[in-house]
């Protein structure tokens, strides 16, 4: 049994809140219509602490597309069609 290989393991992404090393829990999906184009997907990182301001402040720019759990940051966005 050689399986320690540094960094093969999940990924824990870190909140994105300035100075927060925290565990993020939350996935942020956001786009900026003047630089992006509008199938694409900015992600920010927030942990329950940063959640509410993180998406304030890109809600503030109409940026904001939707806030999903972190496990879930690559699912398409839900459709209730
Ligand atoms: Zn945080």
Same mark, same amino acid.
């Given at each position: 049994?050689? =399986? ?26 956001? @786009? @900026?219509? &003047?630089?992006?184009?509008? =199938?694409?997907? &900015? ?18 720019? +109409?940026?904001? &597309? ?5 496990? +879930? ?9």
């Amino acid at each position: 049994m050689t =399986d320690s290989v540094p960094g093969s393991g999940p990924e824990e992404p870190q909140c994105s809140a300035r100075g927060c090393r925290a565990a993020a829990v939350w996935a942020l999906r956001w @786009n @900026n219509p &003047k630089i992006h184009t509008q =199938d694409r997907r &900015k992600v920010w990182f927030a942990c329950e602490e940063h959640r509410e301001s993180l998406s304030a402040f890109l809600g503030r720019r +109409d940026f904001l &597309k939707d806030v999903v759990p972190v496990a +879930d940051r690559d699912a398409p966005p839900e459709d209730a069609g």
